[in-house]
């Protein structure tokens, strides 16, 4: 049986420039260890996909350049307000955007 366990790095590997990636909501359920692992990589051209409320993930993904195109429902920093990097790359047009519901 294969081990199922893998480190952030190993984890982090398998995302690859190009690829679609998806986070959840808020600041607490995401894999952090992995993200930075991503952008340590220098990971680009993804598709960030955020369930319910992209926040924290998806603007450090953005803000360290590796986001290309983002869909959401709402990206912000919850109670922290906007998140910054995704309304300055979006309103600079360096990301393409669609919001969904």
Known sequence: MHEKVVT?????????SGMHLGVSAGMDMNPMPVIREVIKNNVRDLTLTS??????????????????KAQFPQIVMDEFGL??????YSQAGKIITRETI
């Open 83 to 88: 998140a910054p990097n995704f309304r300055k």
């Open 8 to 16: 952030a790095a190993k984890a982090a590997g398998m995302i690859k």
């Open 51 to 68: 369930v319910l409320t992209g926040g924290y993930v998806a603007d450090l993904l953005i803000g360290a350049g590796c986001v290309s």
